[in-house]
């Protein structure tokens, strides 16, 4: 980008109050993806709390990180073999449980916004449908990884915003989020450039990155003129 016009846009975006998000709740203050990891969130004054979400056997949407159960509660077994009875019988750190989307959508419900990570194929309505049953009113991004499923998020809910996840960037990544109408890109603090970020900057996409836990880390997202801040300690991102 070049011109009084980038420079302009440049600006408007570096004057921006950096979004707080915690990631799995706050993973690194109480165990990921559980109610109290999402009070921690609050806690440490969060614009958002992030969780991922996956469907038991039974077809419950249930906040879980992992395809198994094995790494973050007592348990062992894929989630999509369990049932909700099933897994909410196994302790997720601490005495918590897996929480159900209704129980994460409650947890948050006036004191923080919701990025809501689609983990599997298959959930995109369901899961717009339980948020709309819920009466959720604060901010919600959906966001994917599997980006044919920001497409099925979208025509449950046209007003729907959605968050773009990239691992690695393909040469046409700008022009990919846009094809899914999406608000904002989330992408690997560590891979992140001022030039990559400009790139979506000029096509009006926050950028987001992950997850970014040591203040090296979250120094260097700031200098690059990032919109949000995904972490595991929400509260070493700045809040001024």
Known sequence: MSGPESND???RHSARQVI????RGAAGHAPENTVAAIHAGIACG???AEVDLRRTADGS???LHDATVNRTTDGRGRIDRLSLQDA???DAGNGQRIPTLQEVLEAAAGRTGLILEIKVTGVAQQTVETVRH????GPILYASFLHEELIHVRAADPSS???VL???FPGASVARAMTYAASCVGLRHDRVTRRLIESFHSSDLRVFVYTADRPSAIERALSLGVDGIISNFPDRIPSE
Do not use: P, Y
């Open 46 to 48: 969060v614009d958002f």
């Open 161 to 163: 915003s959605l968050m």
């Open 134 to 137: 819920a009466g959720f009113t």
């Open 88 to 90: 909410k019988r196994l």
């Open 61 to 63: 949407l249930v906040a």
């Open 166 to 168: 990239f691992d690695r």
């Open 9 to 11: 846009r440049s600006s």
């Open 20 to 23: 707080r998000v915690g990631h």
